[in-house]
Each structure stands twice: as C-alpha cells, then as structure tokens.
C-alpha cells in the first residue's frame, strides 16, 4: 500500500511516497482497528515530525499523518466498531497510508452529515479545542474568548467549540482575509494581530475577555494579559510563531489571572475512554452544525510535502487535507 513517509529528518522536502506492507489487526499491543483511509488532515506535529522536532521521536523510515477519516475495514470485539463503518481517527503518526492502524480509544463514529474531508479535520485540532476550553479554561456561557490565529485549523476549531458552549468570540489575524474567513467560521468579531489589545478592550467596553486562546506564542503573551478581564485565563496551546514568551508573574497577581498550559495529547492519549467522552460532548456540536470545519485546500496524497510546506508559510486557512483515496 502506499504512505507518507519521513526516510530521512529532512523536513518537508524530504517527505516520500513508499509501498510499504499493510499492517496487521493484531498490532504490538493488542487488537488493533484497521481503517481505510480516505482523508488526511495535515498538522503541525507533521511539520515537527519530518524535521525530528517533535516530542515523539519515531526512528526513519516512518509514517506521517495525524488525523484520518475513512471507514472501517476491521475492528475488534466489543470496540461498538463494524465493517464499512464511517469513521474519524487519530493517533501520533502513521495514518497517511491507504490503511491505518488505531486503537479503538483513538476511533470515532463520524455523523454522517460531515464529508471525509471534514471527518479529517475534526480529531487533533477540536478534541484540542475541546480540552483546552472545557477542561483547562472551565469556560462558561457567556463568558468571552479570544481567540489567535483564528484562521488556522485549531483556531477555527476553538470558534466554533466555544459558539457551542455559547460564548462569545473574537478571532486575531494577521489579514483581513483570514479575518473573513475566521468570521465565516463563525467568528462573532474579528480584529487584527497588530493593535489587537485596544481593538479587544473597545469591544469588550473595556472590560477584557475571559480567555485568550493562544497557539502562535512570540510576542502576544503581554498583550494578551493586558486583554483579560478579572479572573481570566491564557491558554498556551502552542508555538507556531516559533519563540516562547516569558511571563512576569506580578501580572497575574496583580489582575487576578491565569496562564494555563494545555498538552491535550499527553493528557488524553494516557487516560482509556476520555477522547470518546471528548468526542460525545461533540457529536450534539456536529449535529446542530455548529460544528462544521471548514476544510481551506485539498492536495493529492504525493503533495504532502507541499501541504506542510503551505502550513508553515502560514498560507493555511482552516484545515489543509490530503486526498488518499
């Protein structure tokens, strides 16, 4: 069959096309779903992986991809899996191949109103989402989130996750394109990266917002402190800027405020049956269709390569996905 694969640790442009053996229902630690992959959602840990950057250090030759739709091929006893189910997946690497290897605690159904292209997009950057609000954040109705690099596929995520536990949201871009488009997701108000701050306590009558979603770090932690209203809370979700910001601490305790980290996969992938509890307080999201990822360009699966590369340039808008089939 065919995969995605890093052979050697030399970033995207290394990244090959293999014919490598299918795997087996039987894997190394027990039963094992097998899916037939139809979409690819590309991801940063992709990027990392192909460089060695990431914190899971796979040894060459391996296969990428993070996030997978498709359908089931074979599932094991009591997984409530069957045979030409519809379903997403998830998992550290080794999914961007015509057939995939799960553990069933990393397999949802997929509604059924939701393409394969979107089932791709769904996985890593909601159930991220998901945790990041609900578990890390205790975000409540009501309440306001700001949200960077809103355009993205986590940023989109993050819009539509906390719509659906009815807060209010304020997308940050670096275009008024991506401003657009953030807002399409369903972005209540969009403002830009640069001047953000002023732009947020104009909007929030000065008050500041609840939580600051934050996947970019760099340069916005101090001004993304300065936006929070009493009581709020920055969620360090990633680095996509590529510094980490330092904190100064007598800001949180002068205004009463947090900054949360949030490693939604050490978390998750550790704990048996919480991603399907992430995933259950999803489906209703998905069937409202507050839930509907926006899938922003498709690729062909020897254009992976290409696909991170468009990530990293930061040309992505919503989920980039990799056709398999």
């Known amino acids: 069959m065919r995969a995605v694969q890093v052979v050697e640790l030399g970033g995207p442009e290394a990244i090959v096309v293999n014919d490598v053996a299918e795997p ?33 250090k796979p040894e060459p030759p391996f296969t990428l991809g993070v996030d997978v739709a498709g359908v089931v091929r074979s599932a094991p006893e009591g997984s409530g899996l069957e045979p030409g189910q519809r379903v997403a997946a998830v998992g550290g690497y080794g999914g961007a191949s015509e057939v995939a290897a799960f553990g069933t605690d990393s397999v949802f159904a997929l509604p059924d109103r939701l393409s394969f292209d979107q089932g791709a997009a769904l996985p890593m950057n ?20 700001l ?10 995520a ?3 996750v906390a719509k659906g536990y ?19 997701a369903g972005a209540d108000e969009a403002v830009l990266v640069e001047g953000f701050k002023d732009a947020v306590k104009e909007l929030t009558d000065g008050r500041g917002v609840d939580v600051v979603m934050d996947v970019v770090g760099g340069d916005l932690m101090t001004d993304s ?20 910001p330092q904190v100064k601490v007598n800001r949180l305790l002068l205004n009463n405020t947090d900054v949360r980290g949030v490693g939604w996969g050490a978390y998750a992938m ?42 990293d ?4 808008l919503g989920k980039l996905v990799v056709h398999v089939r």
């Open 166 to 184: 009815g807060a209010r949201t304020i997308a940050v871009t670096s275009t008024q394109e991506k401003a657009a488009y953030a807002k399409a």
């Open 313 to 316: 340039a930061r040309k992505a």
């Open 24 to 56: 087996e229902a039987e894997g190394p630690f027990g039963p094992q779903v097998l899916v037939e992959v139809h979409a690819v959602g590309v991801s940063f840990p992709d990027l990392l992986l192909s460089r060695g950057e990431y914190q899971l």
């Open 158 to 160: 993050t819009i539509q």
């Open 270 to 311: 550790v704990r048996p049956g919480f991603m399907h509890d992430q995933w259950a307080e999803l489906v209703p999201m998905m069937e409202r269709g507050v839930i509907d990822p926006p899938v922003g360009a498709t690729y062909a699966l020897e254009d992976f390569g290409q696909a991170l590369l468009d990530m």
């Open 126 to 145: 909601y159930l991220t989402a998901q945790f990041a609000l609900a578990t890390r954040g205790h975000l409540q109705a009501g309440e306001t989130v």
């Open 147 to 156: 949200v960077h690099g809103a355009a993205g596929g986590v940023g989109t």
């Open 225 to 244: 402190l300065r936006s929070l209203a009493p009581l709020g809370r920055v969620l360090v979700v990633g680095f996509t800027q590529g510094a980490i």
